[in-house]
């Protein structure tokens, strides 16, 4: 976790390297690539405000 100015709590914070091969790409073919891996579903959990309830759930 992490502090940032003008938060009122620690923020848990990620960082995400993206390597792109190929340099045969045109820079819009990377730009695209990079808005693609922008749209993962992790990242999109990640960024939302994911609300987490746990139960227990007797055996049955």
């Given at each position: 976790?992490?502090?940032?100015?003008?938060?009122?709590?620690?923020?848990?914070?990620?960082?995400?390297?993206?390597?792109?091969?190929?340099?045969?790409?045109?820079?819009?073919?990377?730009?695209?690539?990079?808005?693609?891996a922008a749209?993962?579903?992790?990242?999109?959990?990640?960024?939302?405000?994911?609300?987490?309830?746990?139960?227990?759930?007797?055996?049955?």
């Amino acid at each position: 976790m992490e502090r940032i100015a003008g938060a009122s709590a620690p923020v848990d914070t990620f960082e995400k390297a993206i390597v792109i091969q190929g340099p045969e790409l045109t820079d819009e073919q990377r730009a695209r690539l990079l808005n693609v891996a922008a749209r993962c579903p992790v990242q999109r959990v990640l960024e939302g405000a994911p609300v987490i309830t746990t139960r227990v759930r007797p055996l049955s």
